[in-house]
RNA sequence: UGUCCCAUGGUGUAAUUGGCAACACGUCUGAUUUUGGUUCAGAAGAGUCUAGGUUCGACCCCUAGUGGGACAACCA
């Protein structure tokens, strides 16, 4: 645990409890679970985790923690036409990667499909379910409407007998799909839609990932997940506000079936500003080929901010701080930048790397010269050490550094000014180089030789210190700028528009002229690293060892670019 | 013409009913700084959706209203 989570963790527990904490502290009172706490994780394996999961993960695996208990990972396997490996793959990698362990407990609802049809005949036994032969849009046509009742089927009334032994043909396969279903002998005329007799299991032919051909029909979510729930000894069985709805049927069927009756508590899904987290909305991306793929950098999925070089650590930190509760609402995208900034600001090793070059020659300095120059690798952490820079008569430096006609308060580089190259040497600007169409090509500086960076005897003081590479001692990089996908709060929030319409045309900037020390090794690269003045980046897995490729995570916080009116 | 949920600075969360409201992010000042980063010091910004009620006392309890959200898949 980092100190932050720690000290987190410590304001949370000096403080106040979060409303799903509060209600746990009441069982623990009350000794419903007798004191125990178990939770899980229910994806659907197809598609991939979101940061929106991360939260749902933190919590589940928090409160766990938290409480000395367990959580679950449980797939919630029981749609067989949209589920896949693939997926149970990738979310198995996100949340290991996000910290957390399961054990030995990863269960499949799939796990349970025997037992789950022992539940369902228990229910046929006890009157309370039976086989309807109507078509889907017919019995969509008798659940009424939220202000209306409905109507019963015509198979209400089924004897028991006669649905057990239909219920059995429909597992052994005798009927087609959609031809027969088995719903629960509920209340059609309920204010709950959900309670108006709702279909539990449903003939499907498709094989399963997991059991293959063995099924023929498989449980709906509703009958499913309180009973797997339950089998589990699952005690707080937590999920999103749309499923508040569902809470009256979960308690239902697990007040007909079993002892075990796990507390469903619903929260609200997290929402972050300029990005759009439906699995459908991000698929779309996907499959319009909006982005490169579920892990493009740009993409709120897990592996899409793994890859883009966020921390599992600053995922943790910002579910953390974005609380938990039953209130809908958007969290601030710079909420997470903070998160990612925080962290990388502590472990990142500072290396100077040139984005947009612009060469510098230093007109006085001997040109077949080099000398090797300090560097601190990372000023918040002195364990980091330090490297050397080669330090050359013709350097890169930042084009965005120079300015011919500078304003008031730009304090880098300009016609006759001064500015330090950082751990090396004041230079003055003598002369700007254009070609033929007026673009600035060089730039002609002298350096003053008594200025080097730790003795300087020149009693020179200069407003700014630059980054930047000897043009001899750098590699050259590829290196990808990202910015937000969209460029509104709530491009899914219009009515009238659709999110796509939002799509920023430069979210991503690909530069293939950027110079890097040569002090980094480019050739299989795990860490991240600041490069300076510029933000947090990371090795791509485009890399090959004649192109290296780093993402941008994140960008400096920058005041110039608020002064200059370059904000993003 | 229904049922249920929600309502606190710009954003997100707090506040054993009892000191006109705290924290984080963001914003703004200033200091430090060989990163216009970090750090440090400070500031602005809500009187808790509205109206009643209960109470000596309400962000908190009750009622009504307003606003937002959810609910009619053989999806989860």
Redesign the pocket.
Same mark, same amino acid.
């Given at each position: 645990m980092s100190a932050t989570e720690r000290n987190i963790e410590e304001?949370g527990e000096r403080?106040?409890?979060?409303?799903i904490e509060q209600i746990i502290e009441e069982h623990n009172k009350s000794e419903r679970f007798n004191q125990k706490v178990h939770t899980r994780f229910?994806p659907?394996p197809n598609g991939y985790l979101h940061i929106g999961h991360a939260k749902s993960i933190c919590l589940n695996f928090g409160l766990a923690n938290k409480y000395n208990g367990k959580c679950n990972l449980r797939f919630?396997d029981?749609?067989p036409?949209?589920e896949d490996v693939e997926y149970v793959d990738s979310i198995r990698e996100d949340v290991h990667w996000l910290g957390f362990d399961w054990q030995d407990r990863e269960f499949y609802a799939s796990d349970y499909f025997g037992q789950l049809y022992d539940f369902a005949c228990s229910l046929i036994k006890k009157g309370l379910a039976y086989v309807d032969d109507?078509?889907?849009d017919e019995?969509?046509r008798q659940?009424g409407?939220?202000?209306q009742p409905g109507t019963e089927s015509p198979f209400r009334s089924r004897t028991p007998e006669e649905n057990l032994d239909l219920f059995e043909r429909m597992k052994n396969g005798e009927f087609a799909?959609?031809?027969k279903?088995l719903r629960a002998k509920i209340d059609m005329s309920s204010?709950?839609? %959900?309670m108006r007799d709702p279909?539990i299991y449903?003939?499907r032919k498709t094989p399963h990932h997991r059991t293959g051909g063995a099924w023929n029909i498989?449980p709906?979510?509703d009958f499913a %997940?309180g009973l797997s729930d339950s089998i589990e000894g699952i005690t707080h069985s937590i999920c999103t506000?749309?499923?508040?709805? %569902?809470r009256p049927l979960y308690e239902w069927i697990n007040n007909q079936l079993v002892d075990h009756k796990p507390q469903q508590i619903e929260f609200?899904r997290l929402n972050l500003s300029y990005t759009v987290m439906s699995k459908r909305k991000l698929k779309e991306l996907v499959e319009g080929k909006y982005v490169k793929g579920w892990d493009d950098p740009r993409m709120p999925t897990i592996c899409g901010l793994r890859r883009r070089g966020y921390t599992p650590e600053s995922i943790r930190n910002f579910s953390e701080?974005?609380?938990?509760?039953?209130?809908?609402?958007?969290? /601030?995208l710079?909420?997470l930048e903070?998160s990612i900034?925080?962290d990388l600001?502590r472990r990142a090793s500072?290396v100077m790397s040139v984005l947009d070059p612009l060469k510098v020659t230093l007109v006085n300095y001997p040109e077949n010269y080099s000398e090797e120059v300090k560097a601190i690798n990372?000023?918040?952490d002195p364990e980091a050490g330090t490297r050397n820079v080669t330090f050359t008569h013709e350097l890169y430096i930042e084009r965005e550094d120079f300015m011919e006609n500078p304003p008031k308060?730009?304090?880098?580089l300009s016609p006759g000014g001064m500015v330090?190259l950082?751990?090396a040497y004041i230079i003055k600007c003598l002369d700007v180089v254009k070609d033929d169409h007026g673009n600035i090509i060089e730039l002609k500086c002298e350096y003053i030789p008594e200025s080097?960076?730790?003795n /300087?005897t020149s009693n020179i003081k200069v407003k700014?210190?630059l980054h930047w590479v000897s043009i001899a001692h750098s590699q050259q990089i590829e290196v990808r700028i990202y910015d937000r996908l969209f460029m509104d709060e709530e491009p899914d929030g219009h009515k009238d528009k659709d999110f796509k319409d939002f799509l920023n045309p430069e979210s991503l900037k690909i530069l293939k002229n950027c110079f890097l020390e040569q002090s980094v090794n480019t050739v299989d690269l795990k860490q991240r690293f600041?490069f300076?003045?510029k933000g947090y980046f990371c090795h791509d897995k485009d890399s090959s060892v004649s192109n290296p490729v780093f993402n941008l995570t994140v960008p400096?916080? /920058?005041?110039?670019a608020?002064?200059s009116g370059n904000v993003n």
């Open positions: 304001r403080k106040s409890l979060n409303f229910p659907e919630d029981t749609n036409a949209t109507q078509p889907s019995i969509a659940k409407t939220p202000t799909e959609g031809s279903i204010p709950n839609m %959900h279909a449903r003939i498989y709906m979510y %997940h506000l749309e499923f508040e709805v %569902h609200a701080r974005i609380g938990v509760a039953r209130r809908d609402g958007i969290i /601030d710079a909420l903070h900034r925080e600001n500072r990372n000023p918040e308060k730009f304090f880098r330090r950082k751990y080097k960076s730790g /300087d700014g210190t600041q300076e003045r400096l916080r /920058d005041s110039w608020k002064i």
